[in-house]
């Protein structure tokens, strides 16, 4: 069952053409204006797991800065999360899927304090609510 937004914050709105294979992407406000191509083809452009992952890793650093006063550990500066964004099929090949990983640079902090934050953190990450149960997430310390 999916949850309703209580209430609306922001919305993103793009305008795809000709997908991964040579196609391109642009955001409403022309911010973001990409070329696409597929993964490891060569050609220039990006590709939807690219832009998953940053848009993964930037979502979950704003959340453990959201989380940090909550939980009593503040982020360092130098924060990093480097994310990886794996596609291959699934089903017997007969669908396709993603599965992540995030490995999480927290410089200065000691494990408990890590693994406070990046559980607070994984709780209200909307990428995170998006994903969980329905892809494999794995979070390590980087």
């Known amino acids: 069952m999916t949850k309703p937004l209580d209430k609306v914050l922001y919305t993103a709105q793009s305008h795809t053409t ?6 391109a992407g642009k955001s409403s406000d022309g911010a973001l204006d990409v070329k696409l191509n597929p993964p490891g083809s060569g050609k ?10 940053v ?8 959340a453990m800065k959201a989380v ?5 550990v503040k982020v360092p500066e130098d924060v990093a999360v ?3 964004v794996s596609l291959g099929p699934t089903d017997g090949g007969a669908a396709y899927g993603i599965a992540v990983k995030l490995s999480i640079s927290l410089p200065g ?8 934050l990046v559980n607070a953190a994984h709780q209200v990450c909307p990428y995170s609510n ?8 794995d ?4």
């Not at 998006?130 to 997430?137: E, K, L, S, Y």
């Not at 979070?139 to 980087?142: C, K």
Request: proline share 4%.
């Open 44 to 53: 220039p452009g990006t590709n939807p797991e690219q832009l998953f992952a």
């Open 82 to 84: 480097y994310a990886t």
């Open 55 to 62: 848009g993964y890793s930037a979502c979950f650093i704003g």
């Open 18 to 23: 000709g997908g991964r294979d040579g196609g």
């Open 68 to 72: 940090a006063g909550k939980v009593g």
């Open 139 to 142: 979070i390590v310390y980087a």
């Open 109 to 116: 902090l000691d494990d408990e304090q890590k693994m406070k």
């Open 130 to 137: 998006a994903t969980r149960g329905n892809i494999a997430v």
